[in-house]
């Protein structure tokens, strides 16, 4: 079955701080990975997806994210870190329908990071 | 592009009440999501539809839960009788392609 786990809950860093989310996935043929963050009172913002290719995706704000096929994880970073980057911040694995048509998107519980001034 | 919309972005009704939450999707997308939110249970998946047809409603928790997709450009996720329990953000999505999947602002419901 597929599923996402965030280790983290929640994650304090100072604003120009190094950031890094973890997400590892379990899934039986090739991923298709995403990252999505939401900001309070709203909806899911797309960060980056991982389909095939590159293994090192980038995103939009900044954050890039690495797909590690042998550690089953695609943890997402920023090198420095804004006050407007708090948020929830969520994993989820995409699963094929039919053979090859992306389906169903699978969610992690999500990491809440907290920046501080 | 106006992206998903989704209406009403809040519902607060009283139990028993019958509720209907809508969904536009983006234009040309053949996928569309429901999904709802929880401190409980995070994101789960209620139903989808491509191409107007449903695919998979084993997340829809209940008898009390339909979803409908007339056409293209609309669905509606309805709620008879609500309960407090029901009470969550409500999410639709769209999707074409090998796309990522674009989120509404969802509809919050609160049941009293």
């Known amino acids: 079955a597929q599923s996402v786990t965030q280790p983290d809950i929640h994650i304090t860093v100072s604003e120009g701080a190094s950031l890094e989310l973890r997400c590892n996935y379990s899934y039986g043929a090739t991923p298709y990975l995403f990252w999505y963050v939401q900001s309070p009172g709203q909806g899911l913002q797309l960060l980056l997806k991982y389909f095939s290719g590159d293994t090192l995706v980038q995103g939009i704000k900044g954050f890039e994210a690495e797909f590690k096929r042998s550690q089953s994880s695609f943890n997402l970073r920023k090198p420095s870190v804004h006050w407007s980057d708090a948020a929830e911040y969520f994993c989820a694995v995409g699963r094929t329908d039919r053979g090859s048509t992306l389906g169903r998107l699978y969610f992690g519980r999500g990491t809440q990071l907290t920046v501080w001034p | 592009d106006a992206g998903v919309i989704q209406s009403p972005r809040h519902e607060v009704t009283e139990m028993g009440q019958e509720v209907t939450l809508r969904c536009k999707p983006i234009?040309?997308?053949?996928?569309l999501f429901w999904y709802r939110q929880t401190m409980m249970r995070g994101l789960e998946l209620l139903i989808y539809f491509n191409n107007n047809v449903p695919i998979d409603d084993s997340g829809m928790p209940e008898d009390r839960f339909s979803a409908k997709m007339p056409n293209a450009s609309f669905s509606t996720l309805k709620i008879q009788p609500s309960e407090p329990r029901d009470s969550a953000v409500y999410f639709c999505?769209?999707?074409?392609?090998?796309?990522?999947?674009?989120f509404g602002s969802g509809t919050r419901l609160t049941v009293v």
């Open positions: 234009s040309g997308h053949d996928y």
């Open positions: 999505a769209s999707r074409q392609g090998a796309r990522g999947y674009t």
